[in-house]
């Protein structure tokens, strides 16, 4: 609960000195719980009544917003260490190249119900992260459950590592890849598809997203909430067909998926499904550094002109450039816009209520009128104006790419 002290209870317009105190104080929230979200929203009606940006501000605004943001809390250095020392919770390894890495590799490890270490990973990982010269954090869950990697708050714990190991190291935010085997697997295609605006690659080996069972007790479809959001993210798949632990059905209906996805909405261009026999539950042909080199070319493209975007995540309210404010978990939403002609066109396949096309001036040229269509029918037509508000909002990670300065209604 904010105090009655803090820069959010003063009154009238904040000087620039209390907008940046109020991100800060953003920046302490966390913005994962629903008590965290209401209280970073009273922060931003609060910076409501900052005045309207001029271009020549959002250079010097970005500027000390990422100046802020690197202010925040890092990782230690390379070995085994706990995000929550008094709780002994928390556990990650640090390891690959720690002094000038090329990329970031979260790699997950595999396990079940009481099982699963993430010296695991470090142990069949280390080496083939070190010959990409990538710097690897290798979590452990924070329960030790068939899904450990979507449960217990651990999807959180590894937003943050990403987010602490960026503002410790000189890492390009482009070059962040997940990768895992066995249920490390399941999780790196997992938080790869809820957080796909954050990724370069993805590469899952002998895991797939969690399916649903048929009366049978056979695969026959995926849970909501992955594939959609995985349109513009390179993965390469691995998977043998004689796996003893975990069969190739899952992956092959997967894979079926991804067909269908992209024939309905174009992408998945850098997808690859590597099926082979004989390896049961063991590494790829060639060992994980095979794996990973076909992984190592991918760049994250952070502002793709089409998002297919299928949440399954209360708290995550912006991806790429869209914004929704309470996300509906197992809506489709599909997003286009056309710099050329200012329009941006969003389609939903069930109701859906406050969400926002996100602009900066590398989609548009904020002097040009913008048109915004949802389901066909044009519900906005304008100039954007440029906003503290929406800067602060979407400068959470220090992701340069990811700051937009305008945000347009699409449905309230």
């Given at each position: ?35 965290g ?15 309207t ?13 990422l ?70 954090i ?113 992956n ?36 994980f ?7 190592a ?96 909002s ?19």
């Amino acid at each position: 609960m904010l105090l009655a002290t803090s820069a959010t209870a003063q009154k009238g317009a904040p000087s620039k000195k209390e907008a940046k105190e109020l991100f800060g104080e953003y920046l302490t929230i966390d913005g994962r719980s629903q008590a965290g979200i209401e209280e970073r929203k009273a922060i931003r009606e609060r910076l409501e009544s900052f005045h309207t940006l001029r271009k020549s501000e959002v250079k010097t605004w970005r500027k000390d917003l990422l100046k802020i943001w690197g202010k925040g809390p890092e990782l230690e250095g390379e070995g085994t260490h706990f995000l929550w020392p008094q709780e002994s919770r928390g556990k990650y390894i640090v390891g690959g190249v720690t002094k000038r890495p090329k990329g970031l590799a979260i790699c997950m490890h595999g396990g079940g119900v009481g099982s699963g270490e993430a010296t695991s990973a470090k142990g069949s990982y280390e080496e083939a992260i070190r010959a990409m010269g990538w710097l690897a954090i290798y979590p452990e869950v924070l329960e030790k459950t068939e899904r450990g990697w979507t449960d217990s708050g651990t999807e959180e714990f590894v937003l943050e590592l990403v987010d602490r190991a960026l503002r410790t190291w000189d890492i390009d935010h482009d070059r962040v890849y997940f990768i895992g085997h066995s249920m490390g697997g399941y999780g790196s295609w997992t938080l790869g598809a809820h957080h796909a605006d954050r990724v370069a690659a993805l590469g899952p080996s002998a895991g797939a997203p969690s399916p649903l069972l048929g009366p049978d007790g056979l695969a026959m479809d995926l849970v909501p909430g992955v594939v959609p959001s995985l349109r513009n993210v390179p993965m390469v798949v691995f998977q043998s067909a004689d796996d003893p632990k975990v069969g190739p059905d899952a992956n092959r209906i997967a894979n079926q998926k991804i067909k269908e996805a992209k024939k309905r909405w174009g992408g998945y261009d850098d997808f690859v499904y590597w099926e082979v026999t004989g390896v049961g539950h063991g590494a790829p042909p060639g060992g994980f550094e095979a794996h990973l080199l076909k992984l190592a070319g991918f760049v994250r493209g952070p502002l793709p002109t089409r998002v297919v975007w299928q949440p399954d995540l209360t708290w995550k309210q912006q991806f790429y450039w869209l914004w929704w404010e309470k996300p509906r978990l197992g809506v489709t939403l599909r997003a286009d816009y056309d710099p050329e002609a200012g329009l941006f066109d969003i389609t939903a396949d069930k109701a859906a209520f406050g969400i926002h096309v996100l602009l900066n001036e590398e989609m548009c040229d904020f002097k040009q009128e913008i048109r915004v269509r949802f389901n066909g029918r044009q519900v906005w037509q304008g100039v954007p104006e440029r906003d503290l508000e929406v800067m602060m909002s979407t400068a959470t990670h220090g992701d340069e790419k990811l700051i937009f300065e305008a945000r347009i209604p699409v449905i309230l």
